[in-house]
């Protein structure tokens, strides 16, 4: 068997997580283009450096893979679609790690995203087999079903059988939900920063057996990605003082036991954790004891704490000690999702596991200001999806690579781009609204001052006629955003009736056939000729909600001359 490459994370990147809909300029392709920019600037290379791609995302059509990276480039490269639930990310991530470790390609991105649906997550196709009903079927016959969301009873229950055979209590649980949500405060990408006592995590909300509200994860909007690349590419590039070794690496799905034992903590991926962490260990020749900083899939405390023994932290039945004695937090033996983890910090399906990469390369690189772990030179990651598959991750800060001696042409500098406080997803420092508030939506009642498009508007009231109307039939909708002052407003130019209209009202309402969404400069431009329809739309400028073909009607109201 030929010698495996070594393989190193040299870029990464990552958008804040956002609670779905709160921002309504933040599609998948905008997120996809926000971290894989992140990503590429952070390893100071272009896209065309990038030879394969590997796209991760539970919940969208086929394809949305090649159109996440439409925003980077038109390359032609090979682009792997992939879903593997909630390790779809670490998925991605772990191909291609594959493709460079094989040497099928010197760098690869590894891009995941995932724009959810509020509330607990559901099946969308009802008209064939659900592959989880094996899951449930077991849980039913060990448990029964409750009147709850699934995920949440699968995890409860398996809190519930580890309180039975070992004692642990309740207050393990949410010891480990305060944490998390106690270490998101220090990370601007997160998706809450709220930090809140052991008794408030206790008395929230009950939603299934142990487990309240503040210790489960919330459905989110965001991306994130990572360039990996071999060790030629490392010293092309001058990469040396990013490189992060992933040291070893291993996917793991369901095994016999997932099912035949009858046991909670088995069906949601103990098995397959604890195989996958071994597969790890025997690889970088390193254990739990060597590691210093965790991240690790906490989509709801029963399964962090189920976790620590699946990975070999302590015991089977001692988890409980390991939450008491601070050994998951600053100053104990490890710590464990200094990022908020997916509790606190979000986890949007196709993204976490790249998230969860991007923090602890930012880790072992010091990056991390003020939830830097200090010291940290080796890192673990876990990634869980039901269904299912348990992908663990070894991250070295490597010491036997030569320094460069200048940075090679082609590379672009980057020192300060993509780092952990680097969270502006415009390329400045603003963390949440375009204008650096935390205001994303908003009235739009008086926004005529604000929005340059108002000009556009008022104008086109005076060109509609009855012709133009009988030629288009659509009710369009404009939503424009990316004012000054953070100012946003829709309008409604109704080509169905009469001799048309305009009507302008809040961000998002009015009833339309066609939905064009853009910002206030770029339909400036649209709509004065300076920017070719098509174009706009590839580079994501420009978003259709609705009938897309109703959209090439648009040449009707595009100004040939405009002193806009």
Not at 39 to 63: E, H, N, W
Not at 349 to 360: D, N, V, Y
Request: net charge positive.
């Amino acid at each position: 068997m030929a010698s495996r490459k070594r393989v190193f994370v040299v870029g990464v990147g990552m958008t804040k997580f956002e609670k779905p809909g709160r921002r309504a300029d933040f599609d998948y392709p905008q997120m996809a283009k926000i971290a894989g920019e992140q990503a590429l600037a952070d390893a100071g290379i272009p896209y065309d450096a990038v030879q394969q791609a590997c796209v991760g995302y539970v919940y969208g059509d086929s394809t949305c893979g090649q159109r996440a990276v439409y925003g980077l480039g038109l390359s032609g490269i090979p682009v792997y679609n992939v879903n593997n639930n909630c390790s779809t990310g670490s998925t991605a991530l772990f191909m291609a790690k594959q493709f460079v470790e094989g040497g099928l390609a010197e760098c690869v991105l590894a891009l995941g995203f995932e724009k959810m649906q509020r509330g607990s997550l559901a099946s969308h196709f009802d008209d064939r087999t659900n592959p989880m009903d094996q899951h449930v079927m077991t849980m039913m016959e060990v448990r029964g079903m409750a009147k709850a969301p699934v995920a949440p009873q699968m995890f409860g229950n398996a809190g519930i059988e580890h309180m039975e055979k070992y004692g642990t209590k309740p207050e393990h649980f949410a010891k480990i939900a305060e944490k998390n949500h106690r270490h998101s405060r220090d990370n601007p990408r997160s998706q809450f920063r709220d930090v809140y006592s052991l008794d408030q995590i206790m008395g929230a909300k009950t939603v299934y057996g142990p487990l309240t509200k503040l210790q489960c994860c919330p459905t989110s909007d965001g991306a994130g990605a990572a360039i990996l690349c071999s060790e030629e590419f490392v010293y092309k590039y001058g990469l040396q003082k990013k490189a992060i070794e992933i040291v070893g690496m291993s996917m793991v799905t369901d095994m016999p036991s997932t099912f035949k034992e009858k046991s909670m903590i088995k069906m949601v991926g103990y098995d397959m954790t604890k195989k996958a962490a071994e597969d790890v260990y025997r690889q970088s020749g390193y254990g739990p004891q060597d590691v210093q900083v965790i991240e690790l899939h906490d989509c709801f405390s029963c399964n962090e704490l189920i976790t620590y023994e699946g990975l070999g932290l302590c015991p089977e039945g001692k988890a409980g000690q390991l939450v008491d004695a601070g050994d998951n937090t600053y100053g104990g033996k490890w710590v464990i999702n200094p990022s908020g983890g997916l509790i606190s910090k979000g986890h949007p399906l196709g993204a976490t596991g790249l998230a969860q990469c991007a923090e602890l390369n930012w880790q072992l690189r010091n990056e991390c200001g003020k939830r830097q772990v200090k010291g940290a030179k080796i890192a673990l990651q876990h990634n869980l999806g039901l269904g299912g598959a348990a992908v663990v991750t070894m991250y070295k800060k490597p010491t036997d690579l030569k320094a460069p001696a200048k940075v090679p042409i082609g590379r672009f500098r980057s020192d300060s781009v993509g780092s952990a406080g680097a969270v502006s997803d415009d390329g400045g420092a603003a963390a949440a609204g375009d204008d650096g508030s935390d205001n994303a939506g908003g009235a739009t009642e008086s926004v005529g001052d604000k929005l340059k498009a108002t000009a556009v508007f008022e104008q086109m009231k005076k060109r509609l006629n009855a012709t133009m109307v009988k030629k288009v039939g659509v009710v369009y909708r404009f939503d424009v955003s990316g004012g000054a002052g953070g100012a946003q407003a829709s309008w409604v130019v109704n080509l169905k009736q009469g001799d048309g209209s305009v009507t302008e009202g809040k961000y998002g309402s009015g009833k339309a056939d066609c939905i064009i969404i853009m910002k206030d400069a770029d339909l400036i431009k649209l709509m004065s000729g300076k920017l070719n329809p098509q174009s706009a739309f590839m580079q994501g400028q420009l978003k259709i909600k609705g009938n897309m073909m109703l959209a090439q009607k648009l040449g009707a109201l595009v100004q040939k001359k405009s002193n806009l």
